[in-house]
Structure formats: structure tokens, C-alpha cells
């Protein structure tokens, strides 16, 4: 189960020597945006240290290239370095991706092939989001607002963003994957009234988990994205409901006064599948 996902700048050692010890699910190493051009060497040969350094907490650690005649030497570098996976950014086609599994394939002899998570940014990569979500090595898929507000000429609200975004996670659930982000997002750290707000609605719309880059958020999207004790006890009592009930020949019921069938069966077998990878994770 990933429910918290902390950036960290890949030049900044002083955060990264940390960074397995903020309870996150999983660590992105920034190579990208938090890095000035003039850093970005340094940042990827640093990966060689960090990487197995931070998965010593327990966390897995995740890779941001650059986009740009970086994105190939940032991946071979995060693969060497036994990263998990890659957040891809400004992926707009699925071409890409393509490219970027050919490129890996003769350095990952000693490991499993490297995930990909890429970043729909521009409206090119928003219309073609279903392709891309089925695209080589793809599990999970998440946005950039800022970037996608910027490519339509918007604002960052709320209000722009929440269309695209559930067209990106729409795009996930429907190929199966992970999908990350928030419908609304808030950079004030200390509200944690509205960063649990966001984080329980995001998760009531089925998204599995965000990304932050205050360690202080970390607590709050693990709690906000973990099914509640109530939750699982609910699910619990369905399951063993359900299978006394097929047994007598019976597949709709009803319990505690309320009516169930298939889908609200699986949702609660679903439920307690996330439940139980997230107690295996810690």
C-alpha cells in the first residue's frame, strides 16, 4: 500500500540523509524541478549513495528525471542505483515510453526492470492519457497541476484542475494502476484541518495515495488513506456474510438492515487487500 509519497531535492543532503526516517511509503529523489541546472550532475551521481541509504528505512525510493537529453542518463543511473521506480514528467505520449524501457533493458541484467509513473503535464499527454496508462512498465499515473494549468492558460485552482485530474485518474483505474494526487491541494503545512480535508476526499474518489514535500504531511496522508478500524470490521463482517450466503445458494443479502451484492462485496474484499498490504509494509 502507498499512501504518502515525500519529495526530496536530489542535491540537498542534509534532507536525503533523513529521508527514510519520515515514515513515508516512499521517497522520490527530485532530480527535476527542485534542482538548479547547475546541480543536476551532481544530483544524479549522488543517487548511487542516497538510494540504498534512504531504503534503509524500510521505504521504497523513487526517481524524477528530467524530461529533457538528461532523461536517459538520470534512468540508468536510478536503475544502477536499485531505485524502485521513475517518476517520468511531462510524458505526453506513449512513444516515449517505449523508447525509455528499449534504452534500460541492457542495464537491469542484475534486477527486476524498473517501474515507470508518469506525469500527465500538457494537454497533449491529457488526451492521450489512456495510451500512456497502458504503456510499458506503467503501474501508477499521476499530474502536475501547476504545469497543466500553465499549458491551458489557467490558474492552479481547484476548480481548473479537477476535471483533468479525474480524467488522469480515470485513466488509471480504468488500466488497473495506482493513481496519486490530490482533487485539492493546500501549500499552508501547519492546515492540517484542510490537508486532511483533501486527503479524505481524494480518497473517498479511490485514489491510493499523494505526494508531498513537507516530511509534517507525511502523518497525515498515512492516516487519511488507510482504512479506518471501522472500516475493516465492516469489510470483515461482509466477506464472512457473503460466503455463508453463497453457500446457501444466495447472492444478494441483507445486513445490518442494508442490502449487498456483488459490488459492494468486492469493494469490501478490496478493502481488506489494502488493509493487509499496508500491516505487511510496516
Not at 491529457?126 to 494549468?149: K, Q
Not at 480518497?203 to 505526494?211: K, L, N
Not at 488513506?225 to 456474510?241: M, N, Q
Request: with cysteine; net charge negative; proline share 5%.
Amino acid at each position: 500500500m502507498i499512501s504518502s509519497l515525500l519529495y526530496v531535492p536530489g542535491n540537498a543532503p542534509r534532507f536525503l540523509e533523513k529521508a527514510g526516517q519520515r515514515g513515508a511509503d516512499v521517497v522520490i529523489i527530485d532530480l527535476e524541478d527542485a534542482v538548479p541546472e547547475n546541480a543536476k550532475n551532481e544530483a544524479r551521481d549522488g543517487l548511487a549513495k542516497w538510494v540504498p541509504e534512504i531504503k534503509k528505512g524500510g521505504c521504497q525510493v523513487y526517481v524524477r528525471v528530467n524530461q529533457s537529453d538528461r532523461l536517459l542518463d538520470d534512468a540508468i543511473a536510478a536503475v544502477t542505483a536499485n531505485a524502485d521506480a521513475l517518476y517520468i514528467p511531462k510524458v505526453s505520449n506513449v512513444d516515449s515510453l517505449v523508447h525509455l524501457a528499449e534504452g534500460l533493458s541492457g542495464h537491469e541484467a542484475d534486477r527486476r526492470p524498473i517501474g515507470f509513473v508518469p506525469l500527465i503535464e500538457d494537454m497533449k499527454g491529457l488526451l492521450d492519457v489512456r495510451t500512456i496508462a497502458h504503456g510499458p512498465r506503467v503501474f501508477a499515473l499521476t499530474s502536475g497541476g501547476e504545469d497543466l494549468a500553465t499549458a491551458m492558460g489557467a490558474k492552479p485552482t481547484p476548480e481548473v484542475l479537477r476535471y483533468p485530474k479525474l480524467m488522469i485518474h480515470y485513466a488509471a483505474k480504468e488500466a488497473g494502476l495506482l493513481s496519486f494526487g490530490l482533487l485539492r491541494t493546500t501549500v499552508d503545512f501547519a492546515d492540517k484541518a484542510a490537508l486532511q480535508a483533501a486527503a479524505l476526499e481524494a480518497r473517498d474518489f479511490g485514489f491510493d495515495g499523494a505526494t508531498c514535500i513537507h516530511p509534517s504531511v507525511v502523518p497525515i496522508l498515512n492516516e487519511c488513506f488507510a482504512p479506518t478500524a471501522e472500516e475493516v470490521e465492516w469489510a470483515r463482517k461482509v466477506v464472512s456474510a457473503s460466503r455463508q450466503e453463497a453457500a446457501a445458494g444466495r447472492g444478494a443479502f441483507m445486513l445490518d438492515g442494508q442490502f449487498v451484492d456483488a459490488p459492494i462485496v468486492t469493494r469490501a474484499e478490496n478493502l481488506l487487500r489494502r488493509s493487509e498490504k499496508g500491516r505487511a509494509a510496516t
